[in-house]
């Protein structure tokens, strides 16, 4: 049985990691080349930086940082934010990238996901979902560090970004995120049980049974948090004893 990840997420904005609640209200969290250097010494199976608002602001993802990032770091790094065509894959993957993430440039240009696993594997391509509930019951995509609604079905958009390559999933709940109250199963299943590309889930947790529950009810591959180590209220180590405990396969 593959081992479940564990995985700290780091939101960069204006150059500093930042942690909101709901996609919004930022507190500063450090500087990102450290801490993803003591996210390495704290055996994190991966990182992602997540440059939260290089689309809304028309610009390219912060390369200086993730090339600092990488010299630092032995876990691999997935980097999101800012990514419109294939040549900004290309460089990141370049700087010390091993995934890349793509959001709303999906949606403006599905076709992108399909060139980038074409070009670089699907392995390196990550669709990140942003997802927040609506009134008939269903989850739509929000684009632009959850800005815009798109109108799209999530379960639906996590089946065509499959169909289009992407070989992975990150799904963020928008209502969960930052709340400590659990990630969002019922959206994390709904998920799971549709695609057969491994799936992180994002958005929510605050107790150690959270990180269980997306991987055993949620049917996930790797559960990822920020606030919680950022802040030091949970050690990565701390998380993954637990899950092993639990009988659940980590990597310790």
Same mark, same amino acid.
């Given at each position: 049985?593959?081992?479940?990840?564990?995985?700290?997420?780091?939101?960069?904005?204006?150059?500093?990691?930042? +942690?909101?609640?709901?996609?919004?209200?930022? /507190? %500063?969290?450090? %500087?990102?080349?450290?801490?993803?250097?003591?996210?390495?010494?704290?055996?994190?199976?991966?990182? *992602?930086?997540?440059?939260?608002?290089?689309?809304? $602001?028309? !610009?390219?993802?912060?390369?200086? *940082?993730?090339?600092?990032?990488? $010299?630092? *770091?032995?876990?691999?790094?997935?980097?999101?934010?800012?990514?419109?065509?294939?040549? %900004?894959?290309?460089? @990141? @993957?370049?700087?010390?990238?091993?995934?890349?993430?793509?959001?709303?440039?999906? =949606?403006?240009?599905?076709?992108?996901?399909?060139?980038?696993?074409?070009? =670089?594997?699907?392995?390196?391509?990550?669709?990140?979902?942003?997802?927040?509930?609506?009134?008939?019951?269903?989850?739509?995509?929000?684009?632009?560090?959850?800005?815009?609604?798109?109108?799209?079905?999530?379960?639906?958009?996590? +089946? +065509?970004? *499959?169909?289009?390559?992407?070989? $992975?999933? @990150?799904?963020?709940?928008?209502?969960?995120?930052?709340?400590? /109250?659990?990630?969002?199963?019922?959206?994390?299943?709904?998920?799971?049980?549709?695609? /057969?590309?491994?799936?992180?889930?994002?958005?929510?947790?605050?107790?150690?049974?959270? =990180?269980?529950?997306?991987?055993?009810?949620? /049917?996930?591959?790797?559960?990822?948090?920020?606030? @919680? =180590?950022?802040?030091?209220?949970? !050690?990565?180590?701390?998380? +993954?004893?637990?899950?092993?405990?639990?009988?659940?396969?980590?990597?310790?």
């Amino acid at each position: 049985m593959l081992t479940k990840r564990i995985i700290p997420c780091l939101d960069i904005y204006n150059g500093r990691v930042v +942690k909101g609640v709901n996609f919004v209200n930022f /507190n %500063d969290a450090g %500087d990102p080349v450290e801490l993803a250097k003591f996210y390495n010494q704290e055996r994190a199976d991966e990182i *992602v930086f997540l440059d939260i608002s290089a689309s809304f $602001e028309a !610009r390219k993802t912060m390369i200086d *940082v993730i090339a600092r990032a990488a $010299e630092q *770091v032995s876990i691999p790094l997935t980097i999101g934010g800012g990514i419109s065509e294939i040549e %900004d894959i290309r460089v @990141l @993957l370049k700087a010390g990238a091993d995934k890349i993430s793509i959001n709303s440039a999906a =949606f403006k240009n599905p076709e992108l996901i399909k060139q980038a696993a074409v070009k =670089f594997g699907s392995q390196c391509v990550v669709l990140a979902i942003d997802a927040k509930r609506n009134n008939s019951g269903g989850f739509d995509v929000y684009a632009n560090g959850g800005r815009v609604n798109t109108q799209i079905e999530a379960v639906e958009w996590a +089946k +065509k970004g *499959v169909s289009l390559g992407a070989g $992975e999933l @990150l799904v963020t709940s928008m209502d969960a995120d930052g709340t400590k /109250n659990g990630y969002d199963i019922e959206l994390l299943k709904r998920i799971t049980d549709a695609v /057969n590309v491994p799936v992180i889930a994002s958005g929510g947790a605050g107790e150690m049974i959270h =990180f269980k529950q997306a991987l055993t009810e949620g /049917n996930c591959d790797a559960v990822l948090a920020a606030s @919680l =180590f950022h802040y030091g209220i949970m !050690r990565i180590n701390d998380v +993954k004893q637990y899950l092993n405990q639990e009988g659940i396969p980590v990597r310790l």
